[in-house]
């Protein structure tokens, strides 16, 4: 009290009378050099990093343009010493289609039905803690480790039917199957933490509501929350596909890298997935200086392909995404696109 | 069977069918480790830790695992591995920490800096530079940039100063720490981003009320309050960084060399070889026990890393939830 009693307004010398209307914006100009030197520091790391992306899409653009002919599309690859006589990449992106879908068929309902335990059941609390955790460690896993951890699983004597085998029994743990259910490891967290944060999202009285109508909790998940989830779902899935077809490690060890699709067996379906082949990125790596094609035609013929796939998703994860996208538009659902 | 699977489930079927469903992602993740380390033992067995240090030339040690018999004996394991942990650990510092300034001095200007057209150019510019397959880095690195290196920016007399070493062609560290460093810096920018957005405006506010600019308000304000989430993006980053092979493989110059900073500027542009690249490196000789085994026990150490990391991120992320910001 005695602290208040003791202050004495103390005279303020006379300043600059003070301005009305809108705020005035304070100019760089006046700024400190230091300030203005972090200003004109991050005007240049903003805008290096626009021009680099800007670099990388019109370059490939360019080789793109310059290599790709619609012919590479629908031929098939063959064995040559010289880039006209390779053929085009058929084969490849038959193998990226398969392994996507693979890919997809498994991890949408592994990650939606983790997503749904976690948002709607989570009991007991610490095993729902394990699980969110044990999927954030996948997300963290490196492709490669994914990858030998595949080999060794299907180089199991119980996985062997399912992989492609040497003529002396042998068995090698690469196919189809082996890399599209590695695959399904990675396409994974995007998947569970679009739903689930989708499933945070829905407000608590649209499940009150459904229970007040006598639904059980599974019929309301079916009837309400699956429905209103669905942009979310389709978001993950888009992120999986661009995570699956941009992948590369998983496919060297994992699918042989054959130059053609190479079915094991003559079962027509079932000796395809059994059976080795390529994909895009493993076609694009074959054909790079550094593995054995060295065809950089090709390589960046296959690589502008794939670029405009992943631009292509990128879109749509934009069109169906927009509403379920965080306050900046760079992360959807807490993950980077 | 069909009839019970389309009569109305009960609560507690559905719950458990759901929750086994989730059971099967941690136990994935067990038989991951088991799988791998089952794989790694025999490395760590005969070699024990000094597996991890230096001495030997690590081309000659693996292109003698690559003839050993199907049951080689303990001595085919010998290897020291120091070259390629320290070429991992070299190439992820320097990538993070050049990726970290840029990416916070990126986002600053993406949140408060630049105007409304120009952030609606870079916020899908950005998203688009994290979703490049890196086969497409690699791509551009062993084509574009390790050609331009190798031919203007390093000197005759250098690759002469080190020829009975190593070769200089180009590839090596610095093409390899550029292309990562812009792999990892969209990931960094987009959580940061994320951050500084979430930081209540107020706080902003307050400090540019009380008469300081508001780039220096978004420094000593924003940024402070976001540094759990710039943590947490350079853990994230960090991670990506550590498991990048086949961009590495292509443009590193697959040399299982440990570059020697006492060679000055030629340090910048010698060949390495990193964990995870070294395992894209040998894939066909996987096949030899002895290598095998070495190639899942690099892979055993990634997956240490992955999960330290794992655990530094979500200790980190702590008391980022106190203040209810998303990181």
Same mark, same amino acid.
């Given at each position: 009290?005695s602290a208040?009693g003791?202050w004495r307004?103390?005279?303020l010398?006379?300043?600059?009378?003070m301005q009305s209307g809108?705020?005035r914006r304070?100019?760089?100009r006046?700024?400190?050099?230091?300030d203005r030197l972090a200003?004109?520091f991050?005007?240049?790391a903003?805008?290096g990093?626009c !021009?680099?992306?800007?670099?990388?899409?019109i370059?490939m653009?360019?080789r793109?343009?310059?290599y790709l002919?619609?012919?590479l599309?629908?031929?098939?690859p063959a064995?040559s010493?010289?880039?006209s006589?390779?053929g085009?990449?058929?084969?490849p992106l038959i193998g990226?289609?398969l392994?996507?879908?693979?890919?997809?068929a !498994?991890?949408t309902?592994?990650?939606v039905c983790?997503?749904?335990?976690?948002?709607e059941?989570?009991r007991?609390?610490?095993?729902a803690r394990v699980?969110?955790?044990?999927?954030e460690i996948?997300?963290?896993t490196?492709?490669i480790?994914i990858?030998?951890f595949?080999l060794s699983?299907f180089?199991?004597?119980?996985?062997?039917?399912l992989s492609f085998?040497?003529?002396g029994?042998?068995v090698f743990?690469? &196919?189809?199957?082996?890399?599209?259910a590695?695959?399904?490891l990675?396409a994974?967290p995007?998947?569970?933490?679009a739903t /689930?944060d989708?499933?945070?999202?829905v407000?608590?009285?649209?499940r009150?509501a459904a229970y007040?109508l006598g639904k059980?909790?599974?019929?309301?998940i079916r009837?309400?929350?699956?429905p209103?989830v669905?942009?979310?779902?389709?978001?993950?899935?888009?992120?999986? =596909?661009?995570?699956?077809?941009?992948?590369?490690a998983?496919?060297?060890?994992?699918? $042989?890298?054959?130059l053609?699709?190479?079915?094991?067996g003559s079962t027509?379906?079932?000796?395809?997935?059994?059976?080795?082949?390529?994909?895009?990125t493993s076609y694009i790596?074959?054909n790079?200086?550094?593995g054995?094609?060295?065809a950089?035609?090709?390589a960046?013929a296959?690589?502008f392909v794939?670029l405009?796939f992943v631009l292509?998703l990128?879109?749509i994860?934009?069109?169906?995404g927009?509403? &379920?996208?965080?306050?900046t538009g760079?992360t959807?659902a807490?993950?980077?696109? | 069977?069909?009839?019970?699977l389309?009569?109305?489930?009960?609560? #507690?079927?559905?719950?458990r069918?759901?929750?086994?469903?989730?059971?099967?992602?941690?136990a994935?993740?067990?038989?991951?480790v088991?799988?791998?380390?089952?794989?790694?033992w025999?490395?760590?067995h005969y070699n024990?830790?000094?597996?991890?240090?230096s001495?030997?030339?690590?081309?000659r040690?693996?292109?003698?695992m690559?003839?050993? #018999?199907?049951?080689p004996p303990p001595?085919?394991?010998?290897?020291?591995?120091?070259?390629? *942990?320290?070429?991992? @650990?070299l190439?992820?510092?320097i990538?993070? *920490?050049l990726?970290?300034a840029?990416?916070?001095l990126s986002?600053i200007?993406?949140?408060?800096l630049?105007?409304a057209?120009?952030?609606?150019?870079?916020?899908p510019? @950005?998203r688009?530079?994290a979703?490049?397959?890196s086969?497409?880095?690699?791509?551009i690195?062993?084509l574009?940039?390790?050609?331009f290196?190798g031919?203007?920016l390093?000197? #005759?007399?250098e690759k002469?100063?080190v020829?009975n070493v190593?070769l200089?062609?180009g590839?090596g560290?610095s093409?390899?720490v550029? @292309?990562?460093?812009?792999?990892i810096?969209p990931? +960094?920018?987009?959580?940061?981003?994320e951050a500084?957005?979430s *930081?209540?405006n107020?706080?902003?506010?307050g400090?540019v009320?009380?008469?300081?600019?508001?780039?220096?308000? +978004?420094l000593a304000?924003?940024l402070?309050?976001a /540094?759990?989430? =710039?943590v947490a993006?350079?853990?994230l980053?960090?991670?990506?960084?550590?498991?990048?092979a086949i961009?590495?493989s292509?443009v590193?110059?697959g040399?299982?060399?440990?570059?020697?900073p006492?060679d000055?500027?030629v340090f910048?542009f010698?060949p390495?070889?990193?964990?995870?690249?070294?395992?894209?490196d040998?894939?066909?000789? @996987?096949?030899?026990?002895?290598?095998?085994? #070495?190639?899942?026990?690099w892979a055993?150490l990634?997956l240490?890393?992955a999960?330290?990391?794992?655990? $530094?991120?979500?200790?980190?992320?702590?008391p980022l939830r106190?203040?209810?910001?998303?990181g």
């Open positions: 009290m208040i003791e307004p103390t005279q010398p006379p300043g600059p009378p809108p705020g304070s100019s760089p006046s700024w400190r050099w230091v200003l004109v991050a005007w240049a903003g805008i990093l !021009l680099i992306a800007g670099a990388i899409v370059y653009g360019y793109g343009i310059q002919r619609p012919s599309l629908v031929q098939r064995l010493t010289t880039q006589g390779s085009g990449f058929l084969d990226t289609a392994l996507t879908v693979i890919g997809i !498994l991890a309902p592994l990650g983790a997503a749904l335990w976690i948002a059941y989570g007991p609390t610490w095993l699980v969110e955790s044990s999927i996948v997300a963290g490196p492709d480790v990858a030998l595949g699983i180089q199991l004597g119980v996985f062997a039917p085998k040497a003529a029994g042998g743990g690469k &196919s189809f199957i082996a890399a599209g590695m695959m399904s990675i994974l995007p998947m569970f933490a /689930r989708g499933l945070q999202a407000p608590e009285h649209m009150e007040a059980t909790r599974i019929a309301t009837r309400v929350l699956l209103s669905r942009s979310n779902i389709a978001t993950g899935v888009t992120l999986g =596909i661009s995570r699956i077809i941009g992948d590369t998983i496919i060297v060890l994992l699918l $042989g890298e054959t053609r699709l190479d079915p094991q027509p379906v079932v000796g395809l997935l059994r059976g080795t082949g390529a994909t895009l790596y074959g790079s200086p550094a054995e094609g060295a950089p035609q090709k960046y296959a690589a794939l405009v292509g990128n879109l994860v934009d069109r169906i927009r509403s &379920s996208a965080d306050a760079l959807v807490g993950a980077v696109v | 069977m069909l009839e019970r389309r009569h109305p489930w009960s609560d #507690t079927r559905a719950e069918t759901l929750g086994a469903v989730s059971l099967l992602v941690c994935v993740v067990v038989a991951m088991v799988f791998v380390a089952i794989h790694a025999p490395v760590f024990g830790l000094s597996w991890l240090g001495g030997g030339n690590v081309g040690q693996i292109a003698a690559q003839t050993t #018999t199907q049951h001595s085919a394991y010998h290897l020291r591995a120091w070259p390629l *942990v320290y070429g991992t @650990i190439t992820t510092s990538a993070v *920490v990726a970290l840029i990416s916070i986002s200007f993406i949140v408060e630049a105007p057209r120009l952030r609606r150019i870079a916020i510019v @950005i688009l530079l979703s490049v397959p086969v497409i880095y690699g791509l690195g062993i574009v940039l390790v050609p290196v031919n203007h390093i000197t #005759t007399a002469e100063s020829q190593v200089l062609t590839a560290l093409v390899t550029v @292309i990562l460093t812009v792999m810096t990931i +960094m920018v987009a959580l940061i981003c500084l957005v *930081v209540p107020s706080w902003r506010e400090a009320a009380l008469g300081v600019n508001p780039l220096r308000a +978004m304000v924003t402070r309050a /540094r759990p989430a =710039i993006a350079a853990v980053a960090t991670a990506r960084a550590l498991g990048e961009m590495i292509m590193s110059g040399n299982s060399f440990a570059p020697k006492i000055g500027l910048l010698e390495l070889r990193t964990l995870a690249s070294g395992i894209v040998f894939r066909e000789g @996987i096949g030899a026990p002895a290598l095998g085994s #070495t190639l899942y026990a055993l990634l240490f890393a999960f330290v990391l794992s655990i $530094g991120g979500y200790l980190i992320k702590l106190k203040y209810q910001v998303r």
